[in-house]
Structures are given as C-alpha cells and as structure tokens.
C-alpha cells in the first residue's frame, strides 16, 4: 500500500483481556516501529525491528508486551491481561535504513481503551 | 541519543515565517537532525532532516549552525494547517540501534489568523 495501515483504528477492551495490534508497513521498508502515545503525553519508544537481526526490545514496558515480526512485512503488537494504563494510542513506523533514508513513516495508529 | 531542547510553546500570525528553535549541544559527528510534526490526533509526519548543510524541501528549510549545536525549523509561510507539534531529534545513521528515533515533547506551534 501507498502508507502504513494500523487496524484496529480503534479498540476498547476490558480490564485483564489480551489484545493484539496489527502494523501493516510500506512495502520494501526494512525497519519498524512500535511507540506509544498517552493522552496529552510526547511518543514513547517499544520495540524496533531491523530486517533479520534480533528486536530492540528496550523500550517494553513488562512482560505483558510483546511483538512479533515476519521477514519485512506485517508486524502483531500484543498485550496480555491489559490494565488501565495500558490505555494510549499506538503508532506504528516503517523506514528504509542507510544513511539517505527520508525518514519514517508512520501510520494513524490505534487507540486503545482499557475499561 | 543526543538530547534535544525545544520550547514548549510558539506562537505565530498565519502568512508569516516560523522559526523554532532547537538545542542539540551533546551532538555526535554522525548524528542528524530530523524534524518531525504532529497534527492533533494523527500519527508524526516527517518534514526534513540534515547533517550538517543547511537543506530546503517543499515543506520547510532546516537551518544547522556551523558547530551543530543548535538549528531552527523554518516554515516560510505559516497556515493555519501548520499547527501542530514539532519534535527536533537527533539520530545516527551508522546502524544498529542508532537508528531509534528518541521523542522529546516537542514544541506546539499555533498559528493564528
């Protein structure tokens, strides 16, 4: 596709159901990102994959988060057992690497509610 | 990552220029300057990036000073679209997790008509 799709747009789940976020990135981009924005809050990092080579995960914040990516395609955000504060927008980006990259691309991101 | 410092706040009159300011004294040789914007719930829109040169695209012009520590953002002709946020951060490209990009929060640049 022309940009990168997130779906769900939207998604309101209850307190202690796992949910899963999907990031569809522009074809041929090798690297992708999962951030995270509260309400009112700057982006917070997740997780970064890079073609083949083992995920960035520094930036989760328990073990409840996970995420998976095959080869260069779609990447699943997952969070198990949510609790309120797992409540945010979800952004995800895409990017060819190397220097003369023209930035990332990010997609319109899923709003999750934890009620 | 380098840090960045922006103010938290900028006004300008629509039709005139934007001039935000970013602080980035801790740079690295090869490191680059990006900015981003964020328009009220969407997700960041990239807008122009350089090392060292200053640069210009269709958007806005990318002023770095000559020792790197600091570069403004120019918006030559504000609208009213152009209110958002604005992120200035700073990356490296030589791999691995250079390549993180380090969100800060940003200056809220509100163009008034």
């Known amino acids: 596709g022309a940009g990168v799709s997130q779906s769900p747009s939207n998604k309101v789940t209850e307190k202690g159901k796992d949910v899963e976020l999907r990031c569809d990135p522009i074809?041929?981009?090798?690297?992708l990102y999962w951030y995270r924005q509260r309400l009112g809050q700057g982006l917070e990092f997740l997780i970064y994959f890079q073609g083949n080579s083992a995920p960035d995960k520094s930036g989760l914040p328990s073990d409840r988060f996970s995420a998976e990516r095959t080869g260069e395609s779609v990447s699943t955000l997952t969070i198990q057992r949510t609790q309120q504060e797992d409540s945010a927008v979800y952004l995800c980006a895409s990017s060819l690497e190397g220097p003369g990259d023209y930035g990332y691309t990010f997609g319109s991101g899923t709003r999750l509610t934890v009620v | 990552d380098a840090k960045t410092t922006q103010p938290p706040s900028m006004d300008c009159a629509e039709g005139r220029a934007a001039n935000l300011p970013c602080n980035h004294s801790t740079i690295s040789g090869n490191e680059y300057v990006y900015w981003y914007r964020q328009i009220h719930s969407q997700g960041p829109q990239y807008i122009i990036h350089g090392l060292k040169n200053n640069e210009t695209n269709e958007m806005a012009s990318l002023i770095i000073t000559e020792d790197r520590k600091s570069s403004t953002l120019i918006l030559p002709h504000a609208t009213l679209r152009d209110t958002a946020v604005y992120y200035c951060?700073?990356?490296?490209?030589?791999?691995?997790?250079?390549?993180?990009?380090?969100f800060g929060k940003g200056t809220l640049l509100t163009v008034n008509p």
């Open positions: 951060i700073v990356r490296g490209n030589s791999g691995g997790s250079n390549y993180k990009l380090t």
């Open positions: 074809s041929g981009h090798t690297a």
